[in-house]
């Protein structure tokens, strides 16, 4: 009998342990990390070829044309 | 390198929503869908005021802290912008957004809540450059043409600044002390009062 319970337990041993093994079927994601996919430079286009200088002239330009007081003419008193 | 912020001057806005307009033009947003709009506030009453309001692509952008699936990343330039191939629709991103930037189209018979859709700075997004998929996803890519936003540049008033931080709090600063009132900028802080969350290490992105 107590044979019996000694064979029994050790097919049983390895049915529980097989248990741990599972692996996570969720997807794990990074805290804090960008998943997605990766996005170029601005100056990378076609456009600038990788010329960051010019890129950074052309939107520095830009940025100044909003301000009226440079763009416009001083008033002629 | 430039720091990309929007500045809105609610001493200028005239209410005209041009720069709603040129939003939806620029990037033929769907119907339903505002990546910006203009809010007034004391609507008719004397000295009413009004703001344009978008993603103001924050400096700690909570929406990016939220995110359970992290679909947000920082350009080098400042701009936050989403990867929609990622983005679940669950709109975390708009409870924590103080501005309400985030905007979800209605999808389907049954109003499915499609994925997340606000203002890219009109910087595409993570697709090849003036791409359809860019275009069809995120809208037009003025930023790599070397361009500002479209709202901010065609402003009549100029009440609405976009562009690089330094460069449009100069043209602001000379404004107030010309008009020698107004100094208020609506959300700037709320934007950018918090350090500056470095943007987030992009893999085969070329620096």
Same mark, same amino acid.
């Given at each position: 009998?107590?044979?019996?319970?000694?064979?029994?337990?050790?097919?049983?041993?390895?049915?529980?342990?097989?248990?741990?093994?599972?692996?996570?079927?969720?997807?794990?994601?990074?805290?804090?990390?960008?998943?997605?996919?990766?996005?170029?430079?601005?100056?990378?286009?076609?456009?600038?070829?990788?010329?960051?200088?010019?890129?950074?002239?052309?939107?520095?330009?830009?940025?100044?044309?909003?301000?009226?007081?440079?763009?416009?003419?001083?008033?002629?008193? | 390198?430039?720091?990309?912020?929007?500045?809105?001057?609610?001493?200028?806005?005239?209410?005209?929503?041009?720069?709603?307009?040129?939003?939806?033009?620029?990037?033929?947003?769907?119907?339903?869908?505002?990546?910006?709009?203009?809010?007034?506030?004391? &609507? %008719?009453?004397? =000295?009413?005021?009004?703001?344009?309001?978008? +993603?103001?692509? !924050?400096?700690?952008? /909570?929406?990016?802290?939220?995110?359970?699936?992290?679909?947000?990343?920082?350009?080098?330039?400042?701009?936050?912008?989403?990867?929609?191939?990622?983005?679940?629709?669950?709109?975390?991103?708009?409870?924590?957004?103080?501005?309400?930037?985030?905007?979800?189209?209605? &999808? %389907?018979?049954? =109003?499915?809540?499609?994925?997340?859709?606000? +203002?890219?700075? !009109?910087?595409?997004? /993570?697709?090849?450059?003036?791409?359809?998929?860019?275009?069809?996803?995120?809208?037009?890519?003025?930023?790599?043409?070397?361009?500002?936003?479209?709202?901010?540049?065609?402003?009549?008033?100029?009440?609405?600044?976009?562009?690089?931080?330094?460069?449009?709090?100069?043209?602001?600063?000379?404004?107030?002390?010309?008009?020698?009132?107004?100094?208020?900028?609506?959300?700037?802080?709320?934007?950018?009062?918090?350090?500056?969350?470095?943007?987030?290490?992009?893999?085969?992105?070329?620096?």
């Amino acid at each position: 009998m107590k044979r019996l319970i000694v064979i029994g337990a050790a097919a049983v041993l390895p049915l529980i342990a097989a248990g741990c093994g599972e692996k996570a079927t969720v997807t794990v994601y990074k805290q804090g990390q960008y998943q997605g996919k990766p996005d170029n430079q601005p100056w990378d286009s076609e456009q600038f070829k990788g010329d960051k200088v010019a890129w950074e002239k052309a939107i520095k330009a830009r940025n100044l044309g909003q301000n009226e007081y440079v763009r416009a003419a001083p008033a002629a008193n | 390198m430039a720091r990309m912020k929007f500045l809105a001057d609610a001493e200028r806005c005239i209410e005209c929503n041009g720069c709603v307009t040129a939003c939806k033009n620029e990037n033929e947003v769907p119907w339903g869908v505002n990546r910006r709009r203009v809010v007034t506030l004391n &609507d %008719g009453l004397p =000295g009413e005021k009004s703001i344009s309001v978008a +993603c103001m692509h !924050c400096s700690d952008a /909570p929406c990016m802290a939220v995110c359970p699936v992290d679909c947000f990343y920082k350009t080098t330039e400042g701009v936050v912008l989403h990867d929609k191939d990622i983005c679940i629709g669950c709109g975390y991103c708009f409870y924590a957004c103080p501005f309400g930037a985030p905007q979800f189209p209605q &999808d %389907g018979a049954f =109003g499915l809540r499609g994925k997340m859709d606000k +203002c890219t700075f !009109c910087a595409g997004g /993570p697709e090849p450059d003036f791409s359809a998929a860019e275009f069809r996803k995120y809208g037009r890519n003025r930023l790599a043409e070397g361009k500002l936003p479209a709202c901010a540049e065609q402003c009549a008033t100029k009440a609405l600044l976009g562009g690089d931080a330094d460069v449009i709090a100069d043209i602001y600063r000379d404004r107030v002390l010309k008009r020698g009132k107004g100094s208020e900028v609506w959300g700037w802080g709320t934007a950018y009062g918090r350090p500056e969350k470095k943007p987030a290490a992009q893999p085969g992105a070329k620096s």
